[in-house]
């Protein structure tokens, strides 16, 4: 599954959205590009058809922005992807108890987003993704999971990029990730002319700032600072039940 399809959305970014300026509306359509494709996923996982499941999207974020909902939340609601993910749920039922009446937003464009959110581009990606027996529930939340993974590990080695340390950091990347490096340290420490104990402790120096990385990726987006460890706690449990 695409890491980087997941918006890893943070509460200051839900609030910008709600307004009426023109960051407002960039914003909001970051918000809908991001979770256009994780919420087709997930009703493609749950059983619906590739029209079906393109119908519901759409007919989820014309009623969720014709209401206007962003504005109403709070942090203290929880996690903001499970509350979407809640609310599509909802939204799927009441369409059901209408008998397809779908609420497609009187057929208007609500947002410019017709090349982000391509149906047949999402068919494609979706047909890429590996048959699972696990739950919508869980891919959904682990395609969370590996998006925040992504940002933190982007981040770091945008930082060893400006240290020109890129190609030592991406021989070792795979360490970070806890994969054999390819050819052994012995072998690429020859390669990048240095020792192999230099090299391990570098793994070790970029493993502890990717850790870093990752807690300043949940702080953006938990509210409080006492609720970091309980999500790192969660998403590291989400990943620990990923099938090998």
Excluded at 222 to 234: A, G, I, K, S
Aim: with cysteine; proline share 4%.
């Amino acid at each position: 599954m695409g890491a980087t399809d997941f918006l890893t959305t943070r509460w200051t970014e839900i609030r910008t959205a709600a307004g009426s300026s023109p960051e407002a509306r960039a914003a909001l359509e970051r918000f809908c590009c991001g979770y256009w494709y994780p919420l087709y996923a997930f009703l493609r996982r749950d059983g619906h058809d590739a029209d079906g499941s393109t119908d519901l999207v759409q007919g989820f974020f014309a009623v969720f922005l014709a209401r206007n909902d962003l504005a109403g939340l709070e942090p203290g609601r929880g996690r903001f992807r499970s509350y979407l993910l809640g609310a599509l749920k909802h939204h799927v039922m009441n369409e059901r108890r209408r008998a397809g009446a779908l609420a497609r937003g009187g057929g208007e464009r609500i947002l410019s987003l017709d090349s982000a959110l391509d149906p047949r581009d999402a068919e494609a990606r979706y047909a890429q993704e590996p048959a699972t027996s696990e739950t919508p529930e869980t891919l959904y939340e682990r395609r969370f999971a590996h998006a925040l993974l992504a940002a933190a590990l982007e981040r770091l080695r945008l930082d060893e990029v400006r240290s020109g340390r890129e190609r030592e950091f991406e021989a070792l990347r795979p360490a970070l990730a806890g994969d054999a490096v390819e050819g052994g340290y012995a072998r690429l420490a020859e390669e990048l002319g240095t020792t192999e104990g230099a090299l391990k402790t570098a793994v070790h120096r970029l493993r502890k700032r990717y850790r870093g990385a990752l807690v300043d990726e949940v702080a953006r987006l938990v509210d409080r600072p006492q609720d970091v460890e309980d999500e790192l706690r969660h998403l590291l449990l989400v990943l620990s039940d990923s099938p090998r």
